[in-house]
């Protein structure tokens, strides 16, 4: 198995109905990992530059669904469906989106992604 230069960790925790900080799952987050699967390999870069994984609790239940880039740790929060071509667009290029960023050490070092997502 080869090892990524970046990946996306997509929360897929879910909390009890009705618990008071929600959950991703619950958001929706579940259905965001296979579209990021997806939008990377249709970029090609999903078996050796990008990998997209869910994961438990990040932490950030405040900021809806949230999505873990690394090495560049930044978060991503409000994640919608509407996001995942933008995401994949930065990752596979290295960059970021910044309009998604609610948690990033050091975001000033790496770049915005250079083009906004056309119809994929």
């Given at each position: 198995?080869?090892?990524?230069?970046?990946?996306?960790?997509?929360?897929?925790?879910?909390?009890?109905?009705?618990?008071?900080?929600?959950?991703?799952?619950?958001?929706?987050?579940?259905?965001?990992?296979?579209?990021?699967k997806e939008a990377l390999a249709k970029r090609g870069v999903a078996k050796d530059i990008v990998r997209a994984c869910a994961t438990g609790c990040l932490d950030l239940c405040e900021s809806?669904?949230?999505?873990?880039?690394?090495?560049?740790?930044?978060?991503?929060?409000?994640?919608?469906?509407?996001?995942?071509?933008?995401?994949?667009?930065?990752?596979?290029?290295?960059?970021?989106?910044?309009?998604?960023?609610?948690?990033?050490?050091?975001?000033?070092?790496?770049?915005?992604?250079?083009?906004?997502?056309?119809?994929?």
């Amino acid at each position: 198995m080869p090892f990524r230069k970046r990946y996306l960790f997509v929360c897929t925790n879910r909390r009890p109905d009705g618990h008071p900080k929600g959950s991703c799952a619950e958001k929706g987050s579940e259905d965001i990992v296979p579209r990021l699967k997806e939008a990377l390999a249709k970029r090609g870069v999903a078996k050796d530059i990008v990998r997209a994984c869910a994961t438990g609790c990040l932490d950030l239940c405040e900021s809806g669904i949230a999505v873990l880039q690394e090495p560049e740790h930044v978060a991503y929060g409000g994640v919608t469906a509407n996001d995942v071509d933008d995401i994949a667009d930065a990752a596979a290029q290295g960059g970021i989106v910044a309009r998604l960023v609610v948690h990033g050490a050091g975001v000033a070092d790496v770049p915005e992604a250079t083009e906004p997502s056309a119809a994929h």
